[in-house]
Nanobody, 125 residues
């Protein structure tokens, strides 16, 4: 069973940066996609970014392009989300998500079946 553990959330001023980490344990295949979703208070959970472990393909939501960067460390089974130029509207609980044996880089929440516990990111003015 795959377990995903996030870390790195916190409070930051607008324009600042944070880096989130998601460490995966129990992986038995290289055909794995890991990504990030976020859920602002009172809103639906939305896709942020994801990376295909095998191909290295990456997808971003339009609202984070140019500001957020997803990367992976194969040796550590860890995915990172570097968030720069943070805005007030980036405030949300950020969730790490994963799915084995999937083609491409899905952006649909329902495709992912492994989830972390979430980490709060708060951007202040």
């Amino acid at each position: 069973q795959v377990q995903l553990v996030e870390s790195g959330g916190g409070l930051v001023q607008a324009g600042g940066s944070l880096r989130l980490s998601c460490a995966a344990s129990g992986l038995t295949t290289g055909g794995y996609v890991m990504g990030w979703f976020r859920q602002p208070l009172g809103k639906e959970r939305e896709f942020v970014a994801a990376i295909n472990w095998r191909s290295g393909s990456i997808r971003y939501a339009d609202f984070v392009k140019g500001r957020f960067t997803i990367s992976r460390d194969n040796a550590k089974n860890t995915v990172y989300l570097q968030m720069d130029t943070l805005k007030l509207e980036d405030t949300a609980v950020y969730y790490c998500a994963g799915r084995a044996w999937v083609f491409g880089v899905p952006m649909v929440e329902g495709v992912y079946n492994d989830w972390g516990q979430g980490t709060q990111v708060t951007v202040s003015s």
